[in-house]
């Protein structure tokens, strides 16, 4: 268990790093570690499950430790009326009642809430759910992030996804100070070049289609334009906030977010201003103009085919806190035997707290048989 604990707290370890970097899910580190892992909790869960499951005919080594059990004398009773008895005070308390004769007399056994000892290896096999799927995913999910201008096609199939995108359109919803409130796109999706589905998508509600989703992420804009001088003339396409360089002596780079525009030269500013479309802007010996003002949606788009294990992994977590938190199992072993002063009970619980309550509650009803001659012992 202990080698356990080392891999899980190394692979808390290695996630916090695969938050930066997502390579490192599929590293060997991270999958020899989550490889052995799962082993040892395979391990522990198996052996867990056969203690449970394992039928003991030995008497429990509580029952045969001094100080570990209650003991109880009824003289001038027999062990068949203190059996009776003993059973329907246990089933009065709510256990379920197992008699078996043994070689030291009769053995009782009272369990109440036996669910609740399967919280354990639902916990442990949960881990290794949860471990397995974060695996699948990492070794066969498929993710990409793209930036497409609206309107226009998205070729997913080219990455191995099993559709391709067309963004219809685009709209980015603003508070009163201007600052986005929400963004959408219009998708539609297609299977062979046909139409199958449009849906709008928009942060925090994505596309779901054949286990791929495509996630509303960002927005920008392109600016298409050229730069002229007395001599060349060339094209450009950029996004605004990045820079592209003019050329010149004094090496001029130009960043536009619109409306304004900055000029670089050798890395220090040099001048700035305002920009309109279709207008030249003077720059020394050359002309730039601004001819168009594109939007692009940034799409986020994934597939994990580990998702559903890790959820039916989450699902027994929950079920197995459950039943390890607010189902406390409890047994009560009665064991009775023939003696010449009478019928000898040995009695003992495996809760700490309530089983000690109820084994005590159970000794005063036993000994109340024959309460002018029976004695207790702690």
Partial sequence: MSLGIVLLIFLIGLSVIG?????????????GSSGLLTLNLLGCTAERTRRLWRKDSSIPAVLQTEGQYRSLTLPQCSPDRAVQAAMG?????????KVRPSDSGHLITGQKNSWGTMGSPLLHLALVLIIVGSVVGGLWGHRGYYEVEVPGT?????DGFPFDLQVKKFNVETYQDGSPKQYTSWLEV???????IQRAISVNHPLNYQGVKVYQTSYGYILQGAVRDGQHSFDFKVQEGQRIFIGGPTKLELEVQWPRYLVYSEGVPYTMGIAQLNEPVKLLNAEIVFTNRIPYTGLQVKTD???????LGFILLLVGLVLRLYMRPNTIWVLLAARAEGTVIRLAAAHRVRGQEEAAQLMQKLGGIIPEECSLNT
């Fill in 190 to 196: 297609l299977t062979n070049n046909r139409p199958v």
């Fill in 154 to 158: 998205l070729k997913l199939t080219q």
């Fill in 19 to 31: 938050t930066f970097n997502s390579k490192i899910f599929v590293s060997p580190w991270f999958l």
């Fill in 89 to 97: 005070e246990l089933k009065g308390l709510g256990f379920k009642v």
């Fill in 305 to 311: 085919p580990g998702l559903p294990i890790i959820w």
